[in-house]
């Protein structure tokens, strides 16, 4: 394996193109780094498709803390392994897989020893505090990557590495027996999430901004059984909610919307502040919850149940130095489904 190895590294150049974040409040910038050295745990990718995720966005505008800097983003990263270090046992070189925001745990602490590896003390995440995947090469260690199912192609893979498995932990939290499952905020994650709720039963009711009738009606075609303004009370109360916007005031109107005894989910890395509510509204318990990273068990409990679906992503594809005009579209809600970045062709569409 070592001849083949140094035989693929040395097809490899040195330099890569990568859209590189240097400063929050920034846009990204094109930029020609060193193609990263994996450690003798990694494994080097070269990256076909990379999906743009809400989260880069709250990255990139400064509300989370402490990003790696300069950094290249992204988390949802489809490739081959073009090179693996040393002590690499589970994948080949040319395997295609995928990377998502879990990029390490420590293993020891508290939590990864509850299996909560998502609360995990010392936790390290894709294009956060890892360089990630908004570039032509990435790195990543062996034990956090996926083989992905066939059927899908590499644009159409990608959004299935955060918006499918962190919409699919949001998912299973709100509890298994729910009938009616409602969702506040219809972009990438509950696009996907809500294929999976109507092939297991279940009736789901989408919620958008006011008047976003686009949104509106693509929830529909998904198989939603209701679909309106976040201001409207639905049809019947809710059993389970999550809520993929990051709008804090979305919270009280789902506990308004919601039974006795309903799970409220809010899954996203950051909120606008929740206003004050009236106690009545969480009165029989109702529960309250976030959820936060992924742990590997929910993306492969994910990429089993995706082709059974079978889940379908739409996706709007730009090339890598087209990002910005992505993450604007994002941040405006102007795309149906999820943003993918392309490698093949960096300044395409
Ligand atoms: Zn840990
Ligand atoms: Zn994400």
Redesign the pocket.
Known sequence: MGDIAAAQSMELPTHMRAMVLEAPGQPLRATEVPVPRPGPDQVLIRVQACGVCRTDLHIVDGELPDPKLPLIPGHEIVGTIVHKGEHVQEFCVGDRIGVPWLGA?????P??RKEQ?NL????RFTGYTLDGGYAEYTAAHQRYCFRLPAVYGDTEAAPLLCAGFIGYRSYRMVGKDIERLGIYGFGAAAHVIAQVAVYEGKRVYAFTKPGDTEAQEFARQLGASWAGDSTELPPEKLDGVIIFAPVGSLLPAALNASTKGAIVVCAGIHMSDIPSFAYRLLWGERVVRSVANLTRRDGEEFLAIAPQVPVRTEVRIFGLRRVNDALGCLRRGELRGAAVLTMSDPHGR
Do not use: I, M, P, V
């Not at 745990?105 to 602490?109: A, D, S, Y």
């Not at 995990?120 to 936790?123: D, F, K, L, S, V």
């Open positions: 745990t420590c293993g020891r602490c939590y990864c590896e995990c003390n010392e936790a």
